[in-house]
C-alpha cells in the first residue's frame, strides 16, 4: 500500500509538459535586397488568446503575417506554428488547420456566396456540408444565392472571412479584416471572434483602426521599421510609457482658479478647451493625490471625467 501511495504521489508531483505556445517566432527576419522587411523578431502567441499587431504601413507586418503562413521563406530564424516548424514537412497538416483573410479579399465575381465557399472548401479539403452555417455566422446567409458581384464590400469582406472559418481552423490571420465594414458589422464581427477564442481558437488580427481594438485584444505588439518595439496588455503598455491620465472636470459653483490652487502643490499642467471645462494632465503616480484633490471640491462641479490614454496615444509614443 504505502509503494501504491508513494508512486501515486511521485506521479502527481511530476508535472505534465505544458503545452507549446501556438506560436513562437525566434529570431526572424526577411530582407528585400537592401531593405529589412522584418529584422529579428521574437514574438510567441498563447493558444486561445486574441493578439493585435499594429504598425505603420510598412511596419513589416503583413511580410510577418506571410512568413507565419509559409508563404514567404526566411531570410533567418524560425517560426513554429502548433508546435511545428513552418518549413518542415509536416506543416502542410498544420496548414489545413489555419484560417487566413489577406488584407486584399479577391474573389470570382460570377459564383454565388455559397458557391465562393464551396470552392474554398475544397482547396481546403474542408466539408463542403458546413458551408451555409458558416455563411450564417457571418451574417450572409439571406445572400448566399446571390452573385458575388452584387456584394457590397463589406459583404466582400464578410466573405472573406467566411472562408477562413472554412474547417474549424485552430489558429486564424487576420490581416485589416474589418475594412468597408460599417460599425453594426464591425460589432458582429468582434462577437464572433469572442466566440471563437472561447472555443480555444487562437487569432492574431492586424487594424489600423486602433480605438477599435484597444478594447478587444487580450495583448497586441508595435511593429516599426521591421522590430517589434513593444508587447503586452494596452493597460501594461499605458504603464510602460508612463503616459498622464487626462482628468476634464465640468465646473459648477466652483472657478478654474479654486481647482487650479487646490491642486497647486501637484504641478499638473492644464488647459480649458471651453468655458465651464478644465482639463488637467495627471502623471499616473499622482492620480489618488488628485482626485483626493478634487473630490474636496466635488459639491461644486457638475461632472468629473477620468480618460486613460488611448492606444493611439500608446503607439505614437512607441513608433515615433
Do not use: W
Not at 21 to 45: C, K, M, Y
Not at 57 to 64: D, P, R, V, W
Not at 238 to 250: A, K, S, W
Not at 259 to 264: D, F, G, K, Q, T
Request: proline share 5%.
Amino acid at each position: 500500500m504505502t509503494s501504491i501511495i508513494q508512486a501515486h504521489a511521485e506521479g502527481a508531483a511530476t508535472a505534465a509538459p505544458a503545452a507549446p505556445p501556438a506560436i513562437r517566432i525566434e529570431a526572424v527576419s526577411r530582407h528585400f535586397g537592401p531593405i529589412r522587411a522584418v529584422d529579428q523578431v521574437d514574438l510567441e502567441v498563447p493558444r486561445g488568446e486574441l493578439f493585435g499587431l499594429i504598425g505603420h504601413n510598412g511596419a513589416g507586418k503583413s511580410t510577418l503575417f506571410k512568413m507565419m503562413l509559409g508563404l514567404l521563406p526566411l531570410t533567418s530564424g524560425r517560426i513554429r506554428i502548433d508546435g511545428e516548424d513552418n518549413s518542415g514537412g509536416n506543416f502542410r497538416a498544420v496548414r489545413r488547420k489555419i484560417g487566413y483573410l489577406p488584407e486584399n479579399v479577391v474573389l470570382y465575381d460570377n459564383l454565388t456566396g455559397l458557391e465562393t465557399l464551396h470552392f474554398f472548401a475544397r482547396l481546403k479539403h474542408a466539408p463542403t456540408d458546413q458551408c451555409a452555417a458558416v455563411l450564417e455566422r457571418v451574417g450572409l446567409s439571406h445572400a448566399a444565392g446571390r452573385r458575388v458581384r452584387e456584394y457590397s464590400k463589406g459583404m466582400r469582406q464578410r466573405l472573406g472571412f467566411a472562408q477562413a472559418l472554412l474547417g474549424s481552423p485552430r489558429i486564424l490571420f487576420l490581416d485589416e479584416p474589418t475594412n468597408g465594414l460599417d460599425p453594426e458589422a464591425i460589432r458582429a464581427f468582434y462577437a464572433t471572434l469572442r466566440g471563437l477564442r472561447n472555443e480555444g481558437v487562437t487569432i492574431v488580427l492586424t487594424s489600423h483602426i486602433l480605438s477599435e481594438i484597444q478594447e478587444r485584444v487580450d495583448r497586441l505588439a508595435i511593429m516599426a521599421a521591421g522590430r517589434i518595439q513593444a508587447r503586452g496588455t494596452v493597460q501594461a503598455l499605458r504603464e510602460q510609457m508612463d503616459l498622464p491620465l487626462t482628468m476634464e472636470l465640468v465646473l459648477g459653483a466652483v472657478s478654474a482658479e479654486d481647482v487650479l490652487r487646490a491642486v497647486e502643490s501637484l504641478g499638473l499642467e492644464h488647459s480649458q478647451r471651453e468655458p465651464g471645462t478644465l482639463v488637467l494632465r495627471c502623471p499616473r503616480p499622482l492620480k489618488l493625490r488628485a482626485l483626493q484633490c478634487v473630490a474636496a471640491l466635488s459639491a461644486g462641479l457638475q461632472d468629473i471625467h477620468v480618460h486613460e490614454p488611448s492606444l493611439e496615444d500608446v503607439f505614437f509614443g512607441f513608433s515615433d
